[in-house]
């Protein structure tokens, strides 16, 4: 007689996407990272982790997105199981199943993104609930952007981008999102920033009365022209398409555009639906982009999706 072995249990999580509506940048701190100001704000593009248990750790990515995610230990999102596993004095073993609709080096927080899902889906998978202050300290670790993933919707970040505070934030925007072939390397974008910035003197970057003021009225013609990016200089340096392509979306009707994070993707703020689609379609025309996405935000941050918890 033949034994049927037991499905795996396994977990799935979904996780946004984020842009930065304001990036303000100061002068590096002594351990290298830079104080920051900045909004961040989650939008529905969205990458899907699933954790299964396994005989051994490892990793798989399909999806549009999947070319050049690293697959070995230096993996976010494996990081983060194992992380979890040491704080839970869990011994098994996951594999991470990532689906990722994320541009990868994109300057939208998709191995961060990762990561986060990890988190909520490995906690649901080994029944810790761990208080929230333990996930968003284990995020914290993992990288400057990861405790927003946790957290999405719309929400001031500062010290290095991981300590959070609410803001007041109205509406629904509609987003398009331009794919540049090729990432950019977050540490280089930040390098290049100093040296555009050398010899001058940088202020503590502090939220601007604009920005905040755009959020309160919930209005994407107040928010368009109060998008702001200190590092978008730097990765039009390291990238000068990067320029042409701003250009065209302004001239193609967005409200307003700017490098989302490091880059190189440039997001597009548009009036409603019926815009941004027009604008997806004369962006993807123009050829002056590799890719095109839409997407509106907020969105909620890491959630999990459904768990099959078959003996
Ligand atoms: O925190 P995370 O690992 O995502 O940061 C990646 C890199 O980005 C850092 O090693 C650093 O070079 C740069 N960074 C920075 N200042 C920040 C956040 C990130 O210089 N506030």
Not at 45 to 65: C, K, M, N
Not at 66 to 81: C, K, W
Not at 109 to 121: I, N
Not at 125 to 137: F, M, N, S, V
Request: with cysteine; proline share 7%.
């Amino acid at each position: 007689m033949t034994s049927v072995a037991p499905t795996p249990p396994s977990v799935t999580a979904r996780v946004p996407a984020k842009v930065n509506l304001e990036l303000l940048v100061g002068a590096p701190r002594s351990d290298g990272y830079h104080p920051l100001s900045t909004v961040f704000h989650a939008v529905r593009l969205y990458d899907e982790v699933t954790v299964t248990r396994a005989q051994e750790w490892g990793v798989s990515v399909t999806g549009s997105q999947s070319l050049g995610v690293p697959l070995d230990e230096s993996n976010l999102a494996l990081r983060a199981a194992r992380r979890l596993a040491e704080l839970g004095g869990v011994e098994d073993a996951v594999h991470i199943s990532i689906h990722k609709d994320i541009p990868v080096a994109g300057g939208m927080a998709g191995g961060s993104a990762d990561a986060a899902a990890t988190l909520v889906a490995c906690d649901a998978l080994w029944g810790l609930a761990l208080p929230r202050t333990q996930l968003d300290q284990a995020a914290s670790e993992l990288g400057s952007d990861v405790p927003f993933l946790l957290a999405g919707g719309t929400s001031m970040g500062s010290g290095r981008g991981e300590i959070l505070a609410p803001v007041l934030a109205r509406g629904t925007y509609h987003w398009v999102f331009a794919l540049s072939e090729g990432g950019l390397s977050t540490p280089d974008v930040y390098a290049e920033c100093d040296r555009l910035r050398a010899g001058r003197r940088i202020p503590d970057p502090t939220p601007s009365p604009e920005m905040m003021q755009a959020l309160r009225s919930g209005d994407p013609r107040a928010l368009g022209p109060a998008l702001t990016n200190d590092l978008q200089a730097a990765a039009i340096s390291l990238m000068p398409a990067l320029g042409d392509v701003l250009d065209a979306g302004l001239e193609f009707g967005a409200l307003g555009g700017v490098v989302s994070g490091s880059g190189p993707t440039v997001a597009f703020l548009a009036e409603d639906h019926e815009s941004a689609l027009d604008l997806a379609v004369s962006l993807t025309a123009s050829g002056a982009v590799q890719d095109v996405r839409r997407a509106t935000g907020p969105a909620h941050g890491a959630q999990v999706l459904g768990a099959s918890r078959t003996a």
